[in-house]
């Protein structure tokens, strides 16, 4: 019989970190009102900050900012705003302030993503998603800078990992990340001398989010898109909010200018020449190809 895998499993991040972690202190998250980043703002709440959601759909952010109050206790502000627009931002910053009076933390998470062919991707398709990812992520640096640099806090940039290889269809978003990543880079550089960190997180594949469920195949053929990771099964949401919660902790303070891959080791495994993952589990198997020196 075959041998099984071990499986990584999931935790939250309240059984590893103190809970008052982050007592007293204010998150603005853009793309808060769902999936990975309303999972990253839970897990800064539930460690006792106070956050901004910061979102296109007003009616979506208010019920997200509703539910993330109550599951953590802290308070939670829904603020609309599209991070094309620098005003909109300001504003969404200047009520930040007001309720707050600061703001400590910020996770640059808005996004845009589809499948297109570079083929088949008109040039207004190409421009929003720069628009939104790089241009927004900009944006949403320029209206929080002067203050994170008083509070000397910290950025977290949401990424990817398809930007590393080709991806098909995924031209626009490819551009869009590598520009993230490199402005991240500046911007520790630029502003470690004031107290300011920032780092990226690029999610690999995470089961059960809007992404997920829209851009890659369902049922068996997910199997052979994501073959049996490293980490035993697919990233769960809350592995990407314990990287987050790792980052804004002091725990992490001589780390920034970085690109964090929280993945369960996608990224390092290609195509294998042996079965995978039964070749590593029972070399014996295969002991006709895999010649050991002792
Ligand atoms: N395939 C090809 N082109 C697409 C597309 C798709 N699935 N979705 C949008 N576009 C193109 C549009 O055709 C348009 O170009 P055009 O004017 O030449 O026709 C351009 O992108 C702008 O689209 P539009 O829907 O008007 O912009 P928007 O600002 O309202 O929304 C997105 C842009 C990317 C946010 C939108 O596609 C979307 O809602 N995506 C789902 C949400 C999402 O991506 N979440 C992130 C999860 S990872």
Redesign the pocket.
């Known amino acids: 019989m075959a041998p099984t895998p071990h499986v990584q499993p999931v935790v939250d991040s309240t059984a590893v970190f103190k809970p008052n972690l982050f007592k007293g202190k204010v998150l603005f998250c853009t ?1 808060g009102g769902s ?1 990975i980043c309303k999972a990253m703002t839970e897990a800064v709440m539930r460690h006792g900050a106070s956050a901004t959601i910061v979102g296109r759909k007003l009616d979506r952010l208010a019920q997200a900012a509703e539910e993330l109050s109550k599951a953590t206790g802290q308070q939670c502000m829904p603020a609309q705003a ?1 991070v ?1 627009q620098f005003n909109q931002l300001q504003d969404a910053v200047a009520k930040t302030i007001e309720r707050f009076g600061k703001i400590d933390f910020v996770i640059c998470g808005a ?6 062919p570079i083929d ?10 720069i ?2 990812d790089t241009i927004g992520t900009y944006n949403t640096i320029k209206a929080t800078l002067h203050h994170i640099r008083a509070s000397k806090g910290s950025y977290i940039h949401v990424s990817a990992t398809l930007h590393y290889k080709g991806t098909p269809y995924q031209v626009h ?1 490819s551009a869009a990340k590598a520009a993230v990543d490199a402005t991240s880079a500046v911007l520790a550089v630029e502003e470690g001398p004031h107290g300011v960190r920032s780092n990226v997180i690029a999610p690999g594949p995470i089961g059960g ?3 997920m469920d ?2 890659s195949p369902k049922g068996p053929a997910q199997q052979s898109v994501y073959p049996r990771l490293p980490a035993g099964r697919l990233g769960d949401v809350r592995d990407i909010a314990n990287a987050t919660v790792f980052l804004f902790s002091d725990a992490a303070s001589f780390v920034t200018g970085q690109v964090i891959v929280v993945d369960g080791g996608h990224e390092h495994l290609r195509g294998p020449s042996l079965p995978y993952p039964e070749s590593v589990l029972d070399p014996n198997t295969f002991k006709h190809m895999i010649k050991p020196r002792l």
């Open positions: 793309g999936g599209d094309r996004a845009g993503n589809f499948l297109a088949g991707l008109s040039v207004n398709g190409f421009k929003t998603v628009e939104i978003v989010t809007e992404g829209r851009l």
